[in-house]
């Protein structure tokens, strides 16, 4: 691999630090149990983010708002493509400075990053104290009384990941208090040529729908509204239990876990993710249709159109049947909207390839794409795979991608204008205090656009009535009609 310590940070190395590092290994007791806690990546592993912060909660642990402040300084990190190794790296060499110019006692790598180099990463990162896989997070605990005890004769803590909480876990939701991340399963056995998240997360691990309820039913009394339910893959939710999986073109479980979850008192949105095209059936969609808390939302990633490619992807679907699924949820659905992430320049890909990527865009018109670019990843199949695509030909590649798909999305945002919509409300515009924001049930957190509102009153957590008057490339404005 490679590390970034090439740049502006470099790891310190000199003789001074490491006798500062090693002196205090047998000494170093957390008198005030402060803590500061970085979470990177995706929604998945903010999940397990606050689940370590629930078990060092109940252990009497506090959060510092400074890390110059923590005694303990703790980064759950992302490796999923180079940019997220290099904002791990970065972020951990910099909060490393506060083991000799603040109080920082114990300095932890956990997550995807760690999973995925420990090795190299005890050799390159004298300044870790401690690194912690994606299987082994909730004995973030008694890894650290070990510590303070000086009996920890390692320092990676990597196994193969078996683990995945449940309701009976404590949770310290630091989403906003109206909306929490509910992971249904963890793991992938999808097996992807790009991906690298079955080796970095292990096989598939489903949750009970018992389970997923009573989190749901416990985050609602917060005063959660919406729930977004994410996994690796959605649509494989429930195969490795008792009773799942698809049986005569029906999906009975996943079918059960949203009908269960919508009748959770609170709950105002449930929302969809990562549910694949191959294996979403209509029964699903038919209890999406007739839901009114379902969100007539989906996030379903294709990758690709081109046979040929996601065949080298080793995607168990076509372009016909992506095609397919997409006509009949919007025949049983009016109105639904789709979000979707493709990858540009695969091993192989032709301008043929390219063509019917694009062409494939254009004919689904999705309200939502993310474009990604094709890199190397080590440890995944693709890396192998010869007639790798020249890079300045995959930048003109993304670019005709992306403003292809601003113009879909500028036009279909139109049928917006002079409608009025339920909006949630997340307080003042981050950019002014002088206007709010939120988001209608066809935008995600963090991922999709805005509604801006510049006429009406509500504080974060209302549902309102919003009427949109004007519309924007990806976000719309309008004004406060009535509460929901």
């Not at 790598?109 to 990162?125: H, I, P, T, V």
């Not at 989190?215 to 729930?227: F, K, N, P, S, Y």
């Not at 105002?268 to 969100?295: G, Q």
Request: with cysteine; glycine share 8%.
């Amino acid at each position: 691999m490679t590390f970034p310590s090439q740049g502006t940070k470099k790891p310190h190395s000199n003789y001074v630090y490491f006798h500062r590092c090693f002196m205090t290994l047998d000494t170093r007791k957390f008198q005030e149990k402060s803590l500061y806690f970085t979470s990177l990546g995706c929604s998945k592993n903010l999940v397990d983010s606050q689940v370590m912060l629930g078990h060092l909660k109940l252990d009497g642990y506090t959060i510092a708002q400074e890390p110059e402040n923590a005694e303990v300084i703790i980064v759950n990190t992302c490796s999923f493509v180079e940019a997220a190794k290099v904002e791990s790296i970065e972020t951990v060499l910099g909060l490393a400075d506060h083991k000799i110019n603040g109080n920082c006692k114990a300095l932890v790598m956990s997550g995807c990053m760690a999973q995925r180099y420990s090795n190299e990463l005890e050799g390159e990162m004298p300044e870790v104290d401690m690194f912690i896989g994606t299987g082994e997070y909730h004995k973030i605990v008694p890894l650290l009384k070990a510590m303070e005890e000086g009996k920890l004769e390692k320092k990676s803590f990597v196994e193969i990941p078996r683990y995945i909480h449940t309701e009976f876990d404590p949770r310290l939701n630091t989403s906003p208090f109206y909306m929490a991340w509910l992971k249904i399963s963890e793991g992938c056995n999808r097996n992807c040529t790009f991906c690298i998240i079955p080796t970095l997360r292990g096989k598939l691990r489903s949750r009970t729908v018992n389970s997923l309820v009573k989190e749901a039913e416990q985050l609602a009394a917060t005063g959660v509204r919406e729930m977004n339910l994410i996994s690796q893959d959605f649509s494989d939710y429930g195969v490795d239990l008792e009773g799942g999986g698809k049986k005569e073109g029906k999906n009975p479980m996943i079918y059960e876990l949203l009908s269960r979850l919508e009748k959770v008192e609170g709950i105002d949105w449930v929302r969809v993710f990562y549910f694949y095209p191959d294996d979403l059936t209509e029964d699903v969609m038919d209890l999406m249709a007739k839901s009114t808390k379902i969100t007539k939302y989906l996030d379903m990633p294709v990758q690709h159109f081109a046979d040929g490619v996601l065949k080298r992807m080793n995607r168990r679907v076509t372009e016909e049947v992506i095609h397919q699924k997409i006509k009949i949820l919007r025949e049983k659905i009016p109105g639904i909207v789709l979000r979707t992430s493709i990858i540009v320049g695969f091993p192989g890909e032709t301008e043929e390839d390219f063509e019917a990527l694009l062409r494939g865009i254009q004919t689904a018109r999705f309200n939502h794409l993310g474009v990604f670019k094709y890199s190397d990843e080590d440890g995944t199949p693709a890396i192998r795979l010869k007639n790798k695509v020249p890079q300045e030909i995959i930048d003109e590649r993304f670019e005709k991608l992306y403003e292809a798909q601003k113009e879909i999305a500028r036009e279909l945002n139109q049928q917006y204008l002079g409608k009025i919509i339920e909006v949630l409300v997340e307080g003042a515009h981050e950019e002014t205090d002088l206007l709010l924001q939120g988001r209608h049930a066809g935008q995600a957190p963090d991922i999709d656009g805005k509604v801006i509102i510049n006429d009406g009153t509500a504080k974060a957590g209302d549902l309102v009535q919003v009427e949109i008057t004007e519309v924007l490339d990806y976000d719309l404005v309008g004004r406060i009609i009535s509460k929901s």
